[in-house]
Nanobody, 122 residues
Framework: QVQLAEFGGGLVQAGGSLRLSCSAS????????MGWYRQFPGKQRELVAS???????VIASGVKGRFTISRDNAKNTVYLQMNSLKPEDTAVYYC????????????????WGQGTQVTVSS
């Protein structure tokens, strides 16, 4: 089984910064994509940013220029650097690992973290 451990959420004032991190552990052979999603109350989860093992990134338009995603493949860890935070960034942020191949393969799986609250005060 694979577990995703998230760190770094919290309360910050508008204009401030937070860094989220998420480490995947377990019998992992490889992870194709790691990313962050967020969910507003009463809304569906939406992609914030993702990064492949080769470093290709996708950044949602609403956070482009403010958020940066990076990944340490050796540690199966993904980071989300959030700068110039706005009150509308307040949400629960979820880590995602997609295309996970376990040792012994060949099937792929998708996993979610438990979510971490990010609150931006005005």
């Amino acid at each position: 089984q694979v577990q995703l451990a998230e760190f770094g959420g919290g309360l910050v004032q508008a204009g401030g910064s937070l860094r989220l991190s998420c480490s995947a552990s377990g019998s992992i052979f490889s992870i194709r994509v790691m990313g962050w999603y967020r969910q507003f109350p009463g809304k569906q989860r939406e992609l914030v940013a993702s990064v492949t093992g080769s470093g290709t990134t996708v950044i949602a338009s609403g956070v482009k220029g403010r958020f940066t995603i990076s990944r340490d493949n050796a540690k199966n860890t993904v980071y989300l650097q959030m700068n110039s935070l706005k009150p509308e960034d307040t949400a629960v942020y979820y880590c995602n690992a997609d295309g996970v191949v376990l040792t012994g393969g060949p099937n792929t799986y998708r996993y979610w973290g438990q979510g971490t609250q990010v609150t931006v005060s005005s």
